[in-house]
């Protein structure tokens, strides 16, 4: 192919790297307008590298990139903003780990577009400065749900199509959201989901994160928000997060 030696230059987030020969570090990541790539950085764990200090996890960077038979090379990088919050805080860094798996897990090489490189910047953004990252997870989950053509039925009945009524319903993550209770009737699916959890989820799905963000969520309801959009997203990948189990271990351990 013709353009197989060209470089691009491109902002882009560090999802995962791995040890690669004797000094080599092998990199996926998010870009801004490419997808999602594999790059090289040569020579980056050699004592002095210069760019060793460009390379952190889940760090914003302006790289350039040369392509390759098998992957691009990293050229140049410069951060651009490191995130620093992410690595110096536990439960912070836990979290974006759990954005940086359901990126990886909902997007192949090269796929992804732009507005899900903008979800991952903005929600690692929000977990630098926010109190609380419960509410930035749960709008994170259902934003890329939502980019992955995935976004739960929450206005009207998933089965019925009928409107949902305001009070308790069922959400069933194999007929892809809120089933009402007259189509739940003799289903053996169906997680119960109360009024208020469901008028969270659709502020969430409808509204800007300005106004999300004001809204208060006492424990119990974060605790059955999580539950729920974590059963949809285990159904969709059709296999468990790594970065939820963890997650809840930290929540046992801190108590």
Not at 176 to 203: E, Q, W
Not at 224 to 252: D, K, M, N
Request: proline fraction near 5%; aromatic fraction near 8%; glycine fraction near 8%.
């Amino acid at each position: 192919m013709p353009d197989r030696e060209r470089t691009l230059r491109t902002d882009v987030v560090i999802l995962r790297r791995q040890d690669y020969g004797e000094a080599d570090r092998l990199l996926v990541l998010l870009t801004a307008g490419h997808g999602k790539l594999r790059a090289l950085a040569k020579g980056a764990r050699k004592p002095f590298a210069r760019k060793a200090g460009h390379l952190e996890l889940y760090a914003l960077v302006d790289m350039q990139l040369a392509r390759g038979r098998e992957w691009y090379t990293v050229r140049e990088a410069e951060t651009r903003e490191p995130f620093l919050a992410l690595r110096e805080d536990l439960v912070r860094s836990s979290y974006a780990s759990h954005f940086v798996e359901l990126i990886d897990r909902f997007t192949g090489e090269h796929d992804a577009s732009r507005a899900e490189f903008e979800l991952l910047v903005s929600s690692l953004e929000r977990l630098c400065t926010s109190a609380d990252p419960r509410s930035i997870a749960r709008y994170f989950e259902l934003g890329l749900l939502g980019l992955a053509g995935f976004a739960p039925s929450l206005h009207q009945c998933a089965i019925g199509q009928e409107d949902v009524q305001p009070q308790d319903q069922f959400f069933s993550p194999p007929d892809g959201g809120v089933i009402c209770p007259n189509h739940h009737a003799g289903l053996d699916r169906g997680l119960p989901i109360s009024l208020p959890a469901l008028k969270v989820l659709r502020y969430m799905q409808t509204q800007p994160w300005k106004a999300v963000q004001g809204v208060n969520i006492g424990a119990a309801l974060h605790l059955e928000l999580e539950r729920l959009l974590l059963a949809y997203l285990t159904y969709v990948l059709e296999q468990r997060l790594q970065s939820v189990e963890f997650l809840r271990r930290l929540r046992r351990e801190d108590g």
